[in-house]
Structure formats: structure tokens, C-alpha cells
């Protein structure tokens, strides 16, 4: 869970996740050194938490993408299971977790996004109509460009298997923002793994600011591009479900 400034955000996402319930459910918090304390208060949930909460404390914000490796590889090195991604401004609902883990235990899949384009899924009520026009464009110019089934490719909510994780060659990874959520369904398409969609409804954040930035926008734009025409890539078989 990467966070910055999500001071007021964190202990009440952190009280829904326990909440949950789930035996070895660990939060791990990414901090990238922000200013309005976040990590200070990482730490407190951290230390009452009885080990169920960890923080990773990083020097400085250098991108979503960043942040999401950092976290993940630290994950892969505790050995997880299965590593859950998610946003730390309460749009994701907590709710759809155990959803996400029947589907890897039952499924065979080794990627669970989701998602708020397959039938059942929403954005935000409060969105206005050209927010919802250029996050649907979006999904749609990844889609053709690169080929991914995938409906909601620049979702930032996802579990995946471990395995899948070291498959992709995630600490590889260098895009940033939605492009790394691209990069990622990319590459776990073309190493065959199989990906299934599960629906949530994709909540408003209620306090904080969006991260989303110009230079991320015009890299969400030019990544696709650069992934299909990478030398390196060979045809694969692409499995979604």
C-alpha cells in the first residue's frame, strides 16, 4: 500500500482491512517520506498492531511505480503467498478481497484485478462525465494498441500470486503511474499467465488530493507504444478470463 500524505485516510483503511478478518493478512505501508506525517502514523499503527502491520520508509517520492517494486520485492523476500496492491485513499473497497482470494485459491488464476468495467463494476458517482470519457478512452487505447483482453487495464487494485510476480520479473519494472499497472497486465499476458476480473465499485477519495500528475499522463500515453515495439517481445499466448 504505497502512501503519501493519506494521514487521515491510512488508519481507517488500515481498521477495515483487520476488520476483514482474513487469518495471515499483513499490511505492508510504503511511505514516500510525506510531509503531512503519514509515516508517523504507520509507524504508531504499526507498533500496536502486534506484527500485522509493517512500514517500508522510503527517502523520497519518486513515483507510484517506484513505490509498488519497493514493496512488492520486499513481500516476495518475506514470502507471501499472494500480494495485494491497492490505493491507500479508501477508493478501493476492502470489501472485494476475499472475493479476489477465492478466485486465486479456486481459479487457477495468477492475477485477480478489480475492476470497473466488467459487468457488476462502477466509477465514482461524483465523477463528471469527461473524467469517465477519458478513463473509458483510456482502457480502450491500451486495449487495441497492445492487445490485453484486460477491460480495466489501469486498475491499481489487483492480487497476484507470488509466482506470477517473480514471472513478470516485476523489480524490472520501470514505468510509473497507470503505466506501470499496464506494463504489469502486459507482461503477465504475454507470459501466458491467466487474469480474471472480478467487479468493485471504485470509490471517490473524501480527504487528500489526487497524485496524478501531466508528466504521468503523457507517459500513460507514450508506454503502450514502447511495449509493443519492443525488440525484446516475442507473440505469446495471452489467457484472460
Excluded: C
Amino acid at each position: 500500500m504505497p502512501t503519501y500524505n493519506e494521514r487521515e485516510n491510512l488508519p481507517v483503511l488500515v481498521a477495515q482491512l483487520q476488520a476483514l478478518a482474513i487469518p495471515q493478512l499483513h499490511v505492508l505501508v510504503v511511505d514516500d517520506n510525506s510531509p503531512d506525517g503519514t509515516g508517523a502514523v504507520a509507524d504508531q499503527l504499526a507498533a500496536g498492531s502486534q506484527g500485522a502491520v509493517s512500514v517500508l520508509h522510503r527517502k523520497e517520492k519518486d513515483g507510484l511505480g517506484r513505490a509498488y517494486v519497493a514493496g512488492m520485492t520486499q513481500a516476495l523476500d518475506t514470502d507471501a503467498d499472494v500480494i495485494i496492491q491497492m490505493d491507500a485513499d479508501l477508493s478501493h473497497p476492502v470489501s472485494a478481497i476475499p472475493t479476489m482470494l477465492d478466485r486465486i485459491g479456486t481459479s487457477g488464476a495468477a492475477l485477480v484485478i478489480g475492476s470497473r468495467y466488467v459487468q457488476g463494476g462502477s466509477t465514482a458517482a461524483e465523477w463528471p462525465w469527461h473524467r469517465k470519457a477519458l478513463s473509458a478512452w483510456a482502457n480502450f487505447y491500451v486495449g487495441v494498441i497492445l492487445g490485453l483482453k484486460v477491460k480495466d487495464a489501469t486498475a491499481g487494485y489487483k492480487a497476484w500470486t507470488a509466482s506470477a510476480l517473480r514471472q513478470i520479473d516485476v523489480a524490472s519494472i520501470q514505468s510509473d503511474g497507470y503505466s506501470f499497472q499496464v506494463e504489469m497486465n502486459y507482461r503477465a499476458a504475454r507470459h501466458g499467465l491467466t487474469i480474471m476480473e472480478v467487479p468493485i465499485h471504485f470509490e471517490e477519495r473524501v480527504e487528500g488530493a489526487s497524485k496524478m500528475n501531466l508528466r504521468e499522463q503523457l507517459e500513460s500515453a507514450l508506454t503502450p507504444w514502447k511495449l509493443r515495439f519492443r525488440k525484446a517481445d516475442t507473440p505469446a499466448r495471452m489467457t484472460v478470463s
